[in-house]
């Protein structure tokens, strides 16, 4: 048994943050209405084989973005949940929506407005970069910085505590386990 194995085995959703998270925090703005975020291609993967997995894939963020939405389409994330300054409130709605409870929920973020979340899911991150106060307070501190691979870093990890991170692969590349 793995040091995680307890808490992993609930896990049927994976949650995420967007800014500091899913993108290196940095907003870009072009003009006057544009707003640009940068992802990284393979924390896209990571959630690729999340839903690959059988998975729930979902955005919890503070912030409203065209670019999130976009993203999400792109990744096969069905639940998606913008300007949640409070973030606790949207992750109640979550939980209504989708019928699961907070052990069922792995959740990465990277500052203090994630905190009530982080404190209630069933398995909690950060990426490397997140603030001292939420990076003391996770189960799990990636080695990786938010939107250079803590994404896909915390998928691997779920997967390979699970036990199906063989499986996810063959999966996705036709090769047997």
Same mark, same amino acid.
């Given at each position: ?81 913008? @300007? ?10 979550? #939980? +209504? !929506?989708? =019928?699961?409870? &907070?052990?069922?929920? *792995? ?39 938010? @939107? ?10 779920? #997967? +390979? !505590?699970? =036990?199906?991170? &063989?499986?996810?692969? *063959? ?7």
């Amino acid at each position: 048994m793995t040091v995680f194995a307890a808490k992993v085995s609930p896990i049927r959703m994976i949650l995420m943050d967007v800014d500091g998270v899913m993108t290196d925090g940095a907003i870009t703005y072009e003009g006057a209405d544009t707003e640009l975020k940068r992802f990284n291609i393979q924390d896209g993967m990571g959630i690729t084989m999340a839903v690959k997995a059988g998975l729930t894939v979902g955005i919890l963020t503070g912030r409203s973005s065209p670019m999130v939405d976009r993203r999400a389409r792109e990744l096969s994330i069905t639940v998606v949940k913008q @300007g949640f300054h409070t973030k606790i409130d949207g992750f109640r709605e979550i #939980l +209504a !929506e989708t =019928g699961m409870t &907070a052990a069922q929920v *792995a959740y990465i973020g990277d500052d203090i407005q994630d905190l009530p979340v982080l404190w209630r899911a069933g398995f909690s991150a950060a990426p490397a970069n997140a603030v001292a106060e939420v990076r003391s307070e996770v189960d799990y501190v990636c080695q990786q910085l938010g @939107g250079h691979g803590a994404v896909r870093e915390f998928i691997d990890l779920l #997967l +390979a !505590e699970m =036990g199906i991170m &063989a499986e996810v692969i *063959a999966a996705l590349t036709g090769k047997k386990p």
